[in-house]
């Protein structure tokens, strides 16, 4: 048997099939969140997930009537919120926050996340510069 020219036939068939494998795409953040319309959102963390391409944390938020309703907030990489001095123990569970925020275009509970401030005002993280 000869193998002349068989291991980069096999590279080649590799690669292609590497290439139209399903993979989660990055989307871009205008694409997904309206940045034309920026408020704020106060609610008590739930839970922070630190996971990428974005971390997300999650809040509790009560609005004028009492009711309470979960929201999901985009922010950004692990990696980029490290080098900006951020860390996953700064934001535990139970602690109340305010965020600036762009809402998700498909109208969920769902937000990107630029800049987190305490109850109090003392900034926490901003995405935008050091804290």
């Given at each position: 048997?000869?193998l002349?020219?068989k291991?980069?036939?096999?590279?080649?068939?590799l690669?292609?099939?590497?290439?139209?494998?399903p993979?989660?795409a990055h989307?871009?953040?205008?694409g997904?969140?309206?940045?034309?319309?920026s408020?704020?959102?106060?609610?008590?963390?739930t839970?922070?997930?630190?996971?990428?391409?974005?971390i997300?944390l999650y809040m509790d938020?009560?609005?004028?009537?009492?009711?309470?309703?979960?929201?999901?907030?985009?922010m950004?990489?692990?990696n980029q919120?490290i080098?900006?001095?951020?860390r996953?123990?700064?934001?535990?569970?139970?602690?109340?926050i305010?965020?600036?925020?762009n809402?998700?275009r498909?109208?969920?509970?769902?937000?990107?996340?630029?800049?987190?401030t305490?109850?109090?005002?003392?900034?926490?993280f901003?995405?935008?510069?050091?804290r």
């Amino acid at each position: 048997m000869q193998l002349k020219g068989k291991p980069l036939f096999l590279i080649s068939i590799l690669a292609m099939l590497a290439s139209i494998a399903p993979v989660q795409a990055h989307h871009s953040l205008v694409g997904e969140f309206d940045t034309s319309i920026s408020f704020e959102l106060t609610g008590t963390i739930t839970d922070v997930e630190w996971t990428n391409p974005h971390i997300w944390l999650y809040m509790d938020v009560t609005d004028e009537n009492g009711e309470v309703a979960p929201w999901q907030c985009e922010m950004g990489s692990p990696n980029q919120l490290i080098r900006l001095g951020w860390r996953k123990q700064d934001l535990p569970p139970g602690t109340v926050i305010i965020a600036q925020a762009n809402p998700a275009r498909d109208g969920s509970n769902t937000c990107s996340t630029r800049v987190i401030t305490l109850e109090d005002g003392t900034p926490v993280f901003s995405r935008v510069g050091n804290r």
